[in-house]
């Protein structure tokens, strides 16, 4: 009986390794290409497309469930702006969830909806993605927004630099 | 003597023809290799149109498009289009995109299969007019697949008259 109970715990580690392992390789890592998506505005105007984007840096922000909760994401609105002038494209991704109602914000919200076969999810959510100008993920932030702003500004002002020395970089050339 | 400059004098245009040959050569190759190349690509262009009448031969082929005349009293957001038979079509507009069906392009919006007989189309054109207010356009026709490949254009066109736009839908 010993055995048997010892076999089974030792089956289900196995088998919980392995789910880790699938959910890992599903979700997107830094270094690979973004699939492109296109997404509806969920506060009124145009939809984005992704690839459209190509040659300037994007910063992703997919929200967690939100309801009406632009005041948590004022501080990244705010640094995303700081950025404008060098072409940071920055955009929200919202999931409605019963009659939750879409933060007002004054950077493009997006409507991240099944209904819609032209664009995708992401999971885990909150998460920040810095996508670089050919595409490429370079940088996944993942957990609460709240707890992860000074990482982000922090990474978000190293990459840019990186960004603007490699495009003067090849401007030069 | 005589013989022998003429011999000298032959031996020198040989010489000479060499390089002429050579060019010639060289022009022949090129020749075929424009040729080979032409070859590569009408049989590519065969293989894909073989590959296309297989997969969605004329007799259920069918393809939307969608166009913007002007533009003035409407800009589209995005489009929906169902009906019996198919998987409904959906489409979200970019600035860019609506900037570029503004200045006359045709929106190729989707290649389908749709079998022979008659069809209850249903299109939802969503945007906004002139005031920023939204709308919806909706386009509602029965349409008749035979075994030739039906092309429908979806066409949003400017009503000055009623400071408005319609939609309708246009056989190619």
Redesign the interface.
């Known amino acids: 009986m010993g055995h048997f109970i010892r076999l089974l715990f030792l089956s289900l580690c196995v088998i919980s390794a392995q789910a880790e392992e699938l959910s890992a390789a599903d979700t997107l890592a830094p270094g690979q290409l973004v699939d492109d998506f296109s997404m509806p505005s969920a506060i009124g105007g145009w939809g984005q497309r992704l690839a459209e984007q190509r040659g300037k840096p994007v910063m992703l922000i997919w929200l967690d469930r939100c309801n009406q909760c632009q005041e948590e994401l004022v501080r990244y609105q705010l640094l995303a702006e700081s950025y404008a002038l060098d072409q940071l494209v920055a955009w929200f991704i919202w999931a409605p969830h019963k009659n939750d109602v879409p933060p007002k914000m004054r950077l493009p919200v997006l409507l991240n909806d099944q209904y819609w076969s032209q664009s995708w999810g992401f999971n885990p959510r909150p998460a920040i993605m810095l996508i670089n100008k050919d595409g490429v993920l370079d940088h996944l932030i993942l957990g609460e927004l709240s707890g992860h702003y000074d990482e982000t500004e922090k990474t978000l002002a190293q990459w840019m630099t990186e960004q603007q020395l490699q495009a003067s970089a090849e401007n030069g050339q | 003597m005589k013989k022998l400059s003429l011999l000298a004098a032959c031996a020198l245009l040989g010489i000479l023809a060499m390089p002429v040959q050579a060019e010639q050569q060289n022009a022949n190759i090129a020749a075929d290799i424009v040729q080979v190349k032409r070859s590569v690509l009408e049989l590519n262009k065969d293989l894909y149109e073989l590959e296309e009448d297989l997969l969605s031969p004329a007799t259920t082929r069918a393809a939307f498009y969608f166009s913007l005349t002007y533009g003035e009293f409407f800009e589209p ?2 489009i929906e289009v169902s009906g019996a038979g198919f998987e409904a079509v ?9 900037a570029a069906l503004r200045m006359g392009a045709v929106q190729p919006l989707a290649n389908i299969n749709l079998g022979p007989g008659k069809h209850n189309l249903r299109a939802i054109i969503r945007g ?1 007019d002139q005031l920023g207010q ?1 709308r919806e356009l909706v386009v509602e026709q029965q349409v008749e697949k035979t075994d030739k490949p039906l092309l429908l254009e979806f066409v949003v066109s400017d009503v000055a008259e009623q400071q408005s736009a319609a939609a309708q839908l246009k056989f190619w």
């Open positions: 957001l995005s959906r489409h979200i507009y970019t600035e860019r995109q609506v906004v939204n």
